[in-house]
T-cell receptor, first 112, second 110 residues
């Protein structure tokens, strides 16, 4: 049974057209993460939530925003996608610090 | 560790041999370390973890070694199999942030 679900698996958007990626979890974990992964690179942390506390990485562009309306759901909003934002976006959860992190299958974003 | 560059280092290992994948981490305050396996088109999959108060931990066919003095982590895979072919990432955690290091592509030779 899927524990971290990402929808859609593949998303195509136009340059400059806002797009939202979604993540849901059935684990009731406190912490949710969003990572960006480009080809042949490591996942790069964009931001994470500890419960409702939002933690943004210093080098995450303002173009990227996130919402966590409840424990189960977390959204990644890209306000004006550029060609450089084409990547795999990975959502992950963990119960708390020092515990195993569970990843979703990712959403591959294409910007045309 | 910081991810850099566009080309992953590759380790080629004969099927049945042991594999050793190395990683350097950057934050001396990190207290939890994880190895992940990532197959093409999939999200990272947890393999094994180790806390900073340990220097070795064993799982099924895998062993993680931690050397805090030189901030070095290694993953040993015993009797490497074709299904082990993937990209392997180390990650470090401090204050709920999990940061990935550079990956290594493991290629299995028949």
């Amino acid at each position: 049974d899927a524990m971290v679900i990402q929808n859609p698996r593949y998303q195509v958007t136009q340059f400059g057209k806002p797009v939202t990626l979604s993540c849901s979890q059935t684990l009731n974990h406190n912490v949710m993460y969003w990572y960006q992964q480009k080809s042949s690179q490591a996942p790069k942390l964009l931001f994470h939530y500890y419960d409702k506390d939002f933690n943004n990485e210093a080098d995450t562009p303002d173009n990227f925003q996130s919402r966590r309306p409840n424990t189960s759901f977390c959204f990644l909003d890209i306000r004006s996608p550029g060609l450089g934002d084409a990547a795999m976006y990975l959502c992950a959860t963990t119960q708390t610090s020092g515990h195993e992190q569970y990843f979703g299958p990712g959403t591959r974003l294409t910007v045309t | 560790g910081e991810s850099v560059g566009l080309h992953l280092p590759t380790l080629s290992v004969q099927e049945g041999d042991n594999s050793i994948i190395n990683c350097a981490y950057s934050n001396s305050a990190s207290d939890y370390f994880i190895w992940y396996k990532q197959e093409s088109g999939k999200g990272p999959q947890f393999i094994i973890d180790i806390r900073s108060n340990m220097d070795k931990r064993q799982g099924q066919r895998v062993t993680v070694l931690l050397n805090k003095t030189v901030k070095h982590l290694s993953l040993q895979i015993a009797a490497t199999q074709p299904g082990d072919s993937a990209v392997y990432f180390c990650a470090e955690q401090a204050d709920d942030k999990i940061i990935f290091g550079k990956g290594t592509r493991l290629h299995i030779l028949p």
